[in-house]
T-cell receptor, first 114, second 114 residues
Framework: DAGVIQSPRHEVTEMGQEVTLRCKPISGHNSLFWYRQTMMRGLELLIYFNNNVPIDDSGMPEDRFSAKMPNASFSTLKIQPSEPRDSAVYFCASSLTSWNTEAFFGQGTRLTVV | GESVGLHLPTLSVQEGDNSIINCAYS??????FIWYKQESGKGPQFIID?????DKRQGQRVTVLLNKTVKHLSLQIAATQPGDSAVYFCAENGAGAGSYQLTFGKGTKLSVIP
């Protein structure tokens, strides 16, 4: 398996533009997580899906952020409109189950909003 | 809320020496712990895990120790190599309804001196 695949690896956009980050989890994993990593706040959980259903989105910072998982092999995280403070590395991770198993992380998308 | 923290933000070790990275956790209900390694430009990579019914677990060159009495976790790396240079995160997986969520510490940067 190729692991968790994220795209793009890098994204530079202007403030106010829409940004869409993509993730392909490991086949057979039923849990998917979106994390954001910054120097100040470390790794923060944004949203968690189980069997394609959003279970906990309490970490999503604002209504500008939305996430979808239309099927077991694809998820998106969208920011609209983007702001400079959204600049961070966004990670997607998947795990076999939702309880007490390790999460496998993708390479991340480095987002820069100017 | 309760959180996971690290004693030492940076650690420099001579190549060939053993490294010890420490982590304190405050959620006594946590029952699963993971150590991740993150190299520059990459996503966190699973190293080793331990469940609360154990106090020690060994992998290849790595050992994790869990002291539930003082809520302390450590990662020991034997014969540290330049390739071990990275940021190391401990993470805890709480019990019960929030058990899907990994709470990450801020990380410790390990630098190996050749």
């Amino acid at each position: 398996d190729a692991g968790v695949i994220q795209s793009p690896r890098h994204e530079v956009t202007e403030m106010g533009q829409e940004v869409t980050l993509r993730c392909k989890p490991i086949s057979g994993h039923n849990s998917l997580f979106w994390y954001r990593q910054t120097m100040m706040r470390g790794l923060e959980l944004l949203i968690y899906f189980n069997n394609n259903v959003p279970i906990d989105d309490s970490g999503m910072p604002e209504d500008r952020f939305s996430a979808k998982m239309p099927n077991a092999s694809f998820s998106t995280l969208k920011i609209q409109p983007s702001e400079p403070r959204d600049s961070a590395v966004y990670f997607c991770a998947s795990s076999l189950t939702s309880w007490n198993t390790e999460a496998f992380f993708g390479q991340g998308t480095r987002l820069t909003v100017v | 809320g309760e959180s996971v923290g690290l004693h030492l933000p940076t650690l420099s070790v001579q190549e060939g020496d053993n490294s010890i990275i420490n982590c304190a956790y405050s959620n006594s209900a946590s029952d699963y712990f993971i150590w991740y390694k993150q190299e520059s430009g990459k996503g966190p990579q699973f190293i080793i895990d331990i469940r609360s019914n154990m106090d020690k677990r060994q992998g290849q060159r790595v050992t994790v120790l869990l002291n539930k009495t003082v809520k302390h976790l450590s990662l020991q790396i034997a014969a540290t190599q330049p390739g071990d240079s990275a940021v190391y995160f401990c993470a805890e997986n709480g019990a019960g309804a929030g058990s899907y969520q990994l709470t990450f510490g801020k990380g410790t940067k390990l630098s190996v001196i050749p």
